[in-house]
């Protein structure tokens, strides 16, 4: 008799996660088990329901992935450039989030329930992790002294806000490509972030009688 097929929790969440997207809510779990090559009840050995199952695959992270690249940093590379790093992460981060919370609300699940059973809400991890980050950039010299914590918020919220809108308007609210997005975020917190030495130093060229 054959032994049953093992399979780790990481890949039914994965396996649930496409075909909830590939086929919405409504899709069943005999199609998530078939592609996973097991039973329906040895599914259901590890989730107790589908509702289960589509929360757990979901669910927001209660680590972000993101947080991963800036938890020894900074580094010696330029401030703009590690940035660069973290914002394009972050970029792929919200819009695979926003996905999912789009999904979740197509299903009827209450948002107080996805938010539920953290420790931490997974956005006040990131808040800290990023203000962390930019107080030990501050420490290395590498930007001003500021609010930091207002300033990560600041920093997440200009990739959180586009990602969802686009998953709404099915396009980005700007017009940009992400890549076009992240350039400017990316330029635009590195020159508000820079040491005052840094600032005082950039020429002048703003003629406000234009403006």
């Known amino acids: 008799m054959a ?3 093992q399979i780790s929790d990481e890949l039914i969440l994965e396996t649930a ?7 919405g809510p409504s899709v069943s779990t005999d199609v998530i088990a078939k592609e996973l ?5 040895a599914l259901f050995k590890r989730f107790s329901s589908k509702r289960d199952l589509m929360l757990a695959s979901m669910r927001p992270p209660a680590i972000p992935p993101w947080t991963e690249l800036i938890a020894d940093g900074p ?3 330029p401030f703009p450039e ?7 992460e972050l970029a792929k981060y919200f819009e695979e989030i926003a996905r999912r919370m789009s999904l979740i609300r197509w299903s009827g699940i209450p948002m107080q329930e996805v938010a539920a059973n953290y420790d931490t809400p997974p956005p006040i991890v990131g808040i800290r992790a990023l ?3 930019l107080q030990r950039a501050h420490h290395a010299g590498m930007i001003r002294k500021t609010d930091f914590k207002a300033s990560a918020m600041s920093l997440l919220g200009a990739l959180h806000a586009p990602a969802f809108l686009e998953d709404i308007l099915g396009q980005h609210p700007t017009g940009h490509t992400r890549r076009q997005y992240v350039s ?18 950039e020429p002048q060229t703003t003629n406000v009688g234009q403006v």
């Open 75 to 77: 580094d010696e590379r």
């Open 3 to 5: 032994r049953p097929r």
């Open 17 to 23: 996660r496409r075909c909830f997207f590939e086929h």
């Open 37 to 41: 090559g097991v039973s329906s009840q």
């Open 131 to 133: 203000a962390d980050w």
């Open 82 to 88: 590690q940035l660069k790093a973290i914002v394009n």
């Open 184 to 201: 400017r975020v990316v330029d635009l917190f590195a020159r508000g972030l820079a040491p005052e030495s840094v600032v005082a130093d």
